[in-house]
């Protein structure tokens, strides 16, 4: 059975409450729980994880690189400049998909490019909660095919 490392960076544990006319209104707990309602249908397993802070988005994918087979992260605003989340994910050699509930290539123009999304398999962005289980569906067929 694959494992699947989630990650969700900053400002997404408010989701729900923080501008639902661009992320939507469900909650990170019910995101998880639909990706890990997804996860058991496909057989996989999913750790879910978020974090505020930068170093333990790093050190999570550090200290999972050897128990899980993928990566699937929301980076967040770490998309636009986080050189160091970019460098952990190439560090690691593990398939990563990164997805984002908005359409990022139709916000400012601050967001529309992504330093993440040259180590990643694939970006998905402004699916909503869709963005994440299609991103699991890429990861999951990825492995399958590899094994």
Known sequence: MFTILVLHGPNLNLLGEREPAIYGSLTLDEINAAITAEAKRLAVTVENHQSNHEGLLIDLIHEKRKCVDAILINPGAYTHYSYAI????????????????????????????????DVCLSQISGKGLNSYLEGLHLLVDYLRKKR
């Open 86 to 117: 970019r460098d952990a994910l190439a560090a690691v050699g593990l398939p990563v998909v990164e997805v984002h509930l908005s359409d990022i290539h139709k916000r400012e123009s601050f967001r529309r490019h992504s330093v993440i999304s």
